[in-house]
C-alpha cells in the first residue's frame, strides 16, 4: 500500500528540495499542505503533491512545431 500523507521531512527527501525552501513555500501558499488546527506540524497529500510538480510543463521542440502547423493549418482555412 502507498503512503498518501507524507511529512515535509518526506517531501525534501522526495523533491530534494531544501527544508527552508518547502517552509517558504507553505508560508506564501504556493503548494499544498495541509496543518491540522492548532497544529505546528505541516502535512501534504502525495497525489496534490504530483499535480503540482506536473505544473508548468515545458514544451518539447516537437510539441511546439506540431502546434505551429496546426495554426498555420486553423489561419489558412479562413
Known amino acids: 500500500m502507498e ?11 522526495f523533491t530534494d528540495y531544501k527544508l527552508s525552501y518547502l517552509r517558504k513555500l507553505c508560508s506564501q501558499q504556493k503548494i499544498p499542505h495541509y496543518k491540522p488546527a492548532g497544529g505546528r ?25 506540431a502546434g505551429a502547423k496546426q495554426q498555420d493549418k486553423t489561419k489558412r482555412r479562413k
Open 3 to 13: 503512503k498518501k500523507i507524507l511529512t515535509i521531512n518526506e517531501v525534501v527527501a
Open 41 to 65: 506540524r505541516v502535512f501534504f497529500c502525495f497525489d496534490e503533491l504530483i499535480a503540482w510538480l506536473s505544473t508548468n510543463k515545458i514544451k518539447t521542440r516537437d510539441e511546439i512545431i
